[in-house]
């Protein structure tokens, strides 16, 4: 059974940091596309970024420059470094996953199989 654990959510000033991660149970991170999706009060879910088995990446493009994704297969770990946050970063945020990596219809949320319960970012000062 697949499953995705989310950790690394919290509360920050603007300008400050957070690292999420995501391991996953019941696959490789280097088989599959793993990203983020994030939904704030009152708005739709919006894709932020994603890493494909083949090591694409992409990103939404309020959050370039200022967030990175990487994966460590040794520990089957997925991250999501967020510097600079701005107030407008706050939502909660979903691992994803599917075995498909779809290109440039990448954050389209029904593209993933699977999603984390979600962690919560607010970013406030």
């Known amino acids: 059974q697949v499953q995705l654990a989310e950790s690394g959510g919290g509360s920050v000033q603007p300008g400050g940091s957070l690292r999420l991660s995501c391991t996953p149970s019941?696959?490789?991170?280097?088989?599959?596309?793993v990203g983020w999706f994030r939904q704030a009060p009152g708005k739709e879910r919006e894709g932020v970024s994603c890493?494909?088995?083949?090591?694409?990446?992409n990103y939404l493009e309020s959050v370039k420059g200022r967030f990175t994704i990487s994966r460590d297969n040794a520990k089957n770990t997925v991250y999501l470094q967020m510097n600079d946050l701005k107030p407008e970063d706050t939502a909660v945020y979903y691992c994803?996953?599917?075995?498909?990596?779809?290109?440039?219809?990448?954050?389209?949320?029904?593209?993933?199989?699977?999603w984390g319960q979600g962690t919560q970012v607010t970013v406030s000062s």
């Open positions: 994803v996953a599917d075995r498909v990596y779809y290109g440039t219809s990448w954050d389209i949320a029904s593209a993933y199989d699977y």
């Open positions: 019941g696959f490789t991170v280097d088989s599959h596309v």
């Open positions: 890493i494909s088995s083949t090591g694409r990446i």
